[in-house]
């Protein structure tokens, strides 16, 4: 059982997104505009969240942002905006996956057990490249021994990278293993996750090569220390 945030000001939509995340066996907790939703964050400890865009007080990409710099929890939003643009913006500020309404309430609790497995403990062993150590067990990531924050989708990409270093992802490939096939999204996905990636890493994201026309791999050259 995982504790479920809903960020829904809709009561009828609400009520059908917790009648359907109940049946799954998960507690939901909600909220009905932006600002609520950041106060149970932090005083209740999330395993996910379901998140508006089209909110009172403040809207869904500001408390996507904010909740990412809280957290490291899957976001999944859900909202009428279906704009490119929009997905995009979705994903840039941390959310791990983008559902469009009308939805399908089976898909949708399909999918947030789906984040929720991928989260749950799965290794004891740790990746190392580099100044980088990968912690599957507790989905933590250090650089230089320090903790740094990812999204869901971050930690994949990282994780997938390190488990298979050298492989080549095609852009499609990455999309396939880390948001699934059904997503409806484009490559471009794919380009800005591994850009702010880059970024979170600083001088480590240059592991991450990209390989023209093809895609990327994980790449760790050994120098002998002078």
């Known amino acids: 059982m995982a504790n479920i945030l809903i960020v829904e000001d809709e ?3 609400q009520d059908i997104i917790v009648a359907y995340m ?43 942002k904010l909740a990412r710099e809280m957290s490291s929890l899957p ?4 909202t009428a905006k279906d704009s490119e643009d929009d997905k995009l913006k979705g994903y840039g500020y941390g959310a791990d996956d983008y559902m469009t309404k009308p939805f399908s309430p089976k898909v949708l609790l399909a999918k947030a057990n789906a984040l ?4 749950s403990p799965d290794s004891p062993d740790t990746l190392n490249a580099g100044r980088i150590t990968l912690i599957p067990s507790s989905h933590r990531v250090l650089l230089e021994g320090d903790e740094i924050a990812l999204t869901h989708k971050e930690y994949e990409l990282l994780h997938l990278f390190m488990a298979n270093p050298g492989q080549i992802f095609t852009r499609e490939q990455l999309l396939n293993r880390i948001w699934g096939y059904d997503f409806t999204g484009t490559t471009r996905t794919v380009d800005t996750h591994i850009k702010t990636l880059r970024q979170k890493l600083g001088s480590e994201g240059k592991h991450i090569v990209t390989l023209i026309r093809s895609g990327y791999k994980f790449e760790v050259k050994c120098h002998a220390e002078k």
């Open 11 to 13: 009561k009828n939509m």
């Open 22 to 64: 109940q049946r799954g066996g998960h507690a939901c907790f909600t909220a009905n505009d932006g600002v609520d939703a950041l106060m149970l964050l932090k005083s209740t400890p999330m395993d996910l969240l379901i998140l508006d865009i089209m909110m009172p007080h403040l809207d869904g990409f500001s408390v996507c």
């Open 75 to 78: 976001i999944i939003i859900l």
């Open 116 to 119: 929720l497995r991928r989260v």
